[in-house]
């Protein structure tokens, strides 16, 4: 495990969906995650593509406005209606690559790494996830349930992509500790 100490990072949790797509940003400083916004972007009833042009613009509205150094993304979970999974496939897909467009690493959690790391429950209810993020970021109400899902999914990212080596990508590594700046363009990582 790879502590920073002193490491800024902001990172943008996003819950895609073709109608609602959830979006939460938060700071992580060392251990203390901070609250920085979250919300929904809604689409319109209408044609797929313009459907998608919506989440896509939304989503870079979003990474141009608060700036993240990285996204989470909730993975799709196939369920029992194909093209239910199907759409919402595109609408992740049009979220992701709004965050490849701004050159940010994405990194992708199920909606069950999800609720582990923030509620310890795999299998936790909407309305528990909603209260352990209101908790964890010291809000002051309750996010709606698509925003903090999303923000649940950055809490997760959070936790735990130390461990995955998100963090210290791109930078001097070595005992598993931080050694040094960014590696410079062709130096290769120890």
Do not use: W
């Not at 930078?171 to 990582?189: N, W």
Request: glycine share 12%; hydrophobic share 40%.
């Amino acid at each position: 495990m790879h502590i920073c100490i002193g490491f800024k990072l902001r990172i943008l949790g996003i819950d895609p969906g073709l109608r609602v797509t959830g979006y939460g940003v938060i700071d992580k400083d060392g251990s203390t995650l901070s609250y920085v916004t979250s919300g929904c972007i809604k689409s319109p009833d209408g044609e797929l593509p313009d459907r998608l042009k919506n989440i896509l613009n939304s989503v870079q509205e979003v990474i141009r406005l608060f700036s993240p150094g990285e996204v989470a993304v909730e993975k799709v979970f196939v369920n029992v209606n194909p093209q239910s999974t199907l759409l919402l496939g595109q609408a992740r897909g049009a979220a992701i690559c709004a965050a490849v467009l701004h050159e940010l690493p994405v990194a992708e959690y199920t909606a069950l790494q999800v609720k582990q790391a923030v509620v310890g429950n795999g299998h936790a209810q909407k309305e528990q996830v909603q209260d352990m993020v209101k908790r964890l970021l010291n809000l002051s109400g309750t996010p709606s349930p698509d925003s903090a899902d999303a923000l649940a999914c950055a809490i997760c990212h959070a936790h735990g992509a130390a461990m995955g080596g998100m963090l210290t990508k791109g930078y001097r590594v070595k005992g598993g500790r931080l050694v040094g700046g960014k590696i410079a363009t062709g130096e290769k990582a120890k």
